[in-house]
T-cell receptor, first 114, second 110 residues
């Protein structure tokens, strides 16, 4: 079955650590997105990529980095510069690079600072 | 003004009633509109999309769009306890990515 796989499901980060969240899709979608969700809030855009080897900052990119070396993969690194990283992170993709069909979401990664 | 606004709720309805969820948006150029359902601790799942003015029905769900008034709504008929979730409104404004509201929490009381 096609879909988006995010791993790990739960991640714990110590102060000053960088951590990487994985997002892999086998839907042959061109565009991929990373969102952050805080309790009781909507989704805020971190980064997005519409083609391989290209990505753009979203509304809250500070303290995060991404890469898009393969069409199937769009990993997100939460760096030590992100001072409040505890949140639910969602990866999404869209069919044929258009927003008209909405997103397919992965199951999410819950990141906690310890 | 937020780009996409929703009442955070909770909206509480008795089982079997109609639940009405509303969403307003600020960009008149917005092109397509989506409703996602999100259970606690889970990722959002797409339940309805709507592109033109009027109503669109799918089973117990009806999406309504009024571009002149810049609102989109979701009606859930015969509400069930399993419908208890947060409902996110998302809008395609023609820019880079969907813009989401903060969601409305629905509680269906058995």
């Amino acid at each position: 079955d096609g879909g988006i796989t995010q791993s790990p499901k739960y991640l714990f980060r110590k102060e000053g650590q960088n951590v990487t969240l994985s997002c892999e899709q086998n839907l042959n979608h061109d565009a991929m997105y990373w969102y952050r969700q805080d309790p009781g809030q909507g989704l805020r855009l971190i980064y997005y990529s519409q083609i391989v080897n290209d990505f753009q900052k979203g509304d809250i990119a500070e303290g995060y980095s991404v890469s898009r070396e393969k069409k199937e993969s769009f990993p997100l690194t939460v760096t030590s510069a992100q001072k409040n990283p505890t949140a639910f992170y969602l990866c999404a993709s869209t069919k044929e690079g258009t927003l008209d069909y909405g997103y397919t979401f992965g199951s999410g990664t819950r990141l906690t600072v310890v | 003004q937020k780009e996409v606004e929703q009442n955070s709720g909770p909206l509480s309805v008795p089982e079997g009633a109609i639940a009405s969820l509303n969403c307003t948006y600020s960009d008149r150029g917005s092109q397509s509109f989506f409703w996602y359902r999100q259970y606690s601790g889970k990722s959002p799942e797409l339940i309805m999309s709507i592109y033109s003015n009027g109503d669109k029905e799918d089973g117990r769900f009806t999406a309504q769009l009024n571009k002149a008034s810049q609102y989109v709504s979701l009606l859930i008929r015969d509400s069930q306890p399993s419908d208890s979730a947060t409902y996110l409104c998302a809008v395609n404004t023609g820019r880079r990515a969907l813009t989401f509201g903060s969601g409305t929490r629905l509680q269906v009381q058995p």
